[in-house]
């Protein structure tokens, strides 16, 4: 997600662009796990919401509605979009709330692990088929860096 990433070169496709968005949550999430101080938390965890949001806006709007044409798909991009829904629903519960103890630190735990098994399953099994059918990723990822200007402001 922009705010990690070093490179001020664009991504080569939107597969880069996703896995780009994946490795700066993730260290995100490794960074909150690691973190004692309660406002080190609380701006973590607005962090992370807010990228989440855009991330899975992103998806949702341009990425699956590609995929899903190009694969003929009735079962990638209905799960994920599943899986979006636990993770809408656990920042639901965690954006804006004070780190105050265990079951805000379960929520945020389980936020990443429910985000960890989402990519793992994009990045093995529904990058490499959207890859292979040709999906025009180029043009996606220009359109997708377009939205995440708009959301991001």
């Known amino acids: 997600m922009s705010t990690i990433q070093t490179s001020s070169r664009p991504p080569r496709d939107a597969i880069a662009l996703l896995r780009a968005?994946?490795?700066?949550v993730s260290e995100l999430f490794d960074?909150?796990?690691h973190s004692t101080s309660p406002a080190k938390k609380r701006t973590l965890v607005a962090e992370i919401c807010r990228?989440?949001?855009?991330?899975t806006q992103l998806e949702e709007e341009i990425f699956y509605p590609a995929v899903k044409a190009a694969l003929k798909d009735h079962e990638l991009v209905p799960e994920a979009t599943v899986e979006h829904a636990s993770v809408k629903d656990l920042i639901a519960q965690v954006k804006g709330a004070e780190p105050d103890g265990e079951m805000f630190d379960a929520k945020v735990k389980v936020m990443g692990e429910y985000v960890q098994h989402h990519v793992k399953e994009e990045q093995t099994e529904m990058f490499p088929k959207a890859r292979n059918a040709g999906v025009d990723l180029v043009d996606l990822r220009d359109r997708m860096l377009a939205r995440k200007?708009?959301?991001?402001?």
């Open 51 to 55: 990228e989440l949001e855009v991330h």
């Open 21 to 24: 968005d994946h490795k700066a």
């Open 149 to 153: 200007e708009e959301l991001k402001r």
């Open 31 to 33: 960074a909150y796990e």
